[in-house]
């Protein structure tokens, strides 16, 4: 799975770019409205908080990512065997159909 194929080019097209700026945005914007002070606020404060402890901005920034790409990975492994291993097998078990025919079924 993670030695999938990967093209630089991707990233400039804008269904990358417009979920990935757009959410953070609006959940931003809905957060604002709804406790409307901003005393709290990480720029405001100049500190942030990973779970209960108190970091630097800097840190939170950099362990954010660091500990999305762990989970995400790990969420993409599992769905590729529920789906490769359960889904596909069943299909093969159960049908005539080859399951040869299906992308990504190496």
Do not use: C, H, Q
């Amino acid at each position: 799975m993670l030695t999938g194929e990967f093209r630089l080019e991707n990233l400039s097209r804008p269904i990358v770019w417009i979920p990935t700026l757009a959410g953070p945005a609006l959940l931003s914007g809905y957060r604002l409205l709804v406790e409307g002070d901003t005393s709290s606020a990480v720029w405001s404060t100049g500190s942030g908080y990973v779970g209960e402890t108190r970091v630097a901005p800097a840190a939170g920034v950099l362990y954010v990512p660091g500990r999305s790409v762990v989970a995400m990975s790990l969420v993409g492994m599992g769905e590729e065997a529920l789906f490769r291993g359960v889904i596909y097998e069943e299909i093969k078990t159960r049908t005539d159909v080859s399951v040869d025919r299906y992308p990504g079924r190496g």
